[in-house]
């Protein structure tokens, strides 16, 4: 099995199981659009749609498109319970989108592009289909000096029996509260739990990570404008994502 399709089976489990809290989701997500209006939006590596659904507050029509198909169908639930009937959910790759140059007004990822085999490839794919003077808004995580040791950790952790698993989880959780406790940690917006964001964490296939001037000159070289959003979104800078935007020149 290559790493897109082991990515594909980890989400595939892991998000149905771990659904964001749509409130906490939709206050985060609306904090980072700028004040216009939206006619099409795309929620790539929509996961369980709930920035979907927020994104669906603020523009005509959203289209939603993951790898999973479990979590499109997580997606789709949610989106009816709701009765949000402008969205709609496709089963897609971020590295082959299956959408025309220019189709969106509006491109929303939040922390994909960094599962991808190729990332760079699927932020050219995010650019190919924005539409000029269209909005990116980017989350991919922040490459620090402690990302070696994290990811050596994650290497040993993918090898781990599933009750080692849960320990390990179990452990670093722990730690975490322990951290919080001391106010030793950053206060971050909590849509899922600790439990969660560790697996996440540690035990998906693919990851990379990037430094946010590298992603500057990335943006700078596809015709975008480029806006730091937040330069961390975790309780550690080096367990976290950073949030970019731009608009197509």
Same mark, same amino acid.
């Given at each position: 099995?290559?790493? %897109? %399709?082991?990515? /594909?089976?980890?989400?595939?489990e892991?998000?149905p199981?771990?659904?964001?809290?749509?409130? /906490?989701?939709?206050? @985060?997500?609306?904090?980072l659009?700028?004040?216009?209006?939206?006619? $099409?939006?795309?929620?790539?590596?929509?996961?369980?749609?709930?920035?979907?659904?927020?994104?669906?507050?603020?523009?005509?029509?959203?289209?939603?498109?993951?790898?999973?198909?479990?979590? !499109?169908?997580?997606?789709?639930?949610?989106?009816?319970?709701?009765?949000?009937?402008?969205?709609?959910?496709?089963?897609?790759?971020?590295?082959?989108?299956?959408?025309?140059?220019?189709?969106?007004? $509006?491109?929303? &990822?939040?922390?994909?592009?960094h =599962?991808?085999?190729?990332?760079?490839?699927? $932020?050219?794919?995010?650019?190919r289909?924005?539409? #000029?003077?269209?909005?990116?808004?980017?989350?991919?995580?922040?490459?620090?000096?402690?990302?070696?040791? =994290?990811?050596?950790?994650?290497?040993?952790?993918?090898?781990? &029996?599933?009750? $080692? #698993?849960?320990?390990?989880?179990?452990?670093?959780?722990?730690?975490?509260?322990?951290?919080?406790?001391?106010?030793?940690?950053?206060?971050?917006?909590?849509?899922?739990?600790?439990e969660?964001?560790?697996?996440?964490?540690?035990?998906?296939?693919? #990851? @990379?990570?990037?430094?946010?001037?590298?992603?500057?000159v990335?943006?700078?070289?596809?015709?975008?404008?480029?806006?730091?959003?937040?330069p961390?979104?975790?309780?550690? /800078?080096?367990? &976290?994502?950073? !949030?970019?935007?731009?608009? #197509?020149?």
């Open positions: 099995m290559d790493k %897109q %399709q082991e990515t /594909k089976s980890f989400y595939d892991y998000w199981k771990n659904i964001p809290d749509y409130s /906490k989701t939709k206050e @985060h997500v609306f904090s659009l700028p004040q216009r209006d939206f006619k $099409l939006a795309l929620d790539a590596g929509c996961g369980t749609g709930v920035c979907s659904l927020a994104l669906s507050e603020k523009a005509e029509k959203v289209m939603g498109v993951d790898i999973s198909g479990e979590c !499109i169908n997580t997606a789709k639930e949610l989106a009816n319970k709701l009765n949000r009937n402008n969205i709609e959910f496709k089963k897609a790759s971020l590295l082959e989108l299956p959408f025309k140059d220019e189709t969106f007004d $509006l491109v929303f &990822s939040w922390g994909v592009i =599962h991808t085999v190729n990332p760079i490839k699927a $932020l050219d794919e995010l650019v289909i924005l539409q #000029k003077d269209g909005v990116l808004i980017l989350a991919v995580y922040l490459k620090t000096n402690f990302t070696f040791f =994290h990811e050596a950790i994650r290497k040993i952790c993918l090898r781990l &029996s599933p009750p $080692l #698993k849960n320990a390990f989880i179990k452990f670093v959780t722990s730690f975490v509260k322990i951290a919080e406790k001391f106010g030793k940690t950053t206060k971050v917006r909590d849509d899922t739990w600790i969660a964001q560790v697996e996440d964490w540690f035990f998906v296939p693919e #990851k @990379h990570f990037f430094k946010i001037e590298e992603m500057k990335l943006f700078e070289k596809r015709g975008l404008s480029f806006e730091l959003l937040c961390q979104t975790g309780r550690f /800078k080096s367990s &976290s994502n950073f !949030i970019v935007r731009g608009v #197509k020149k």
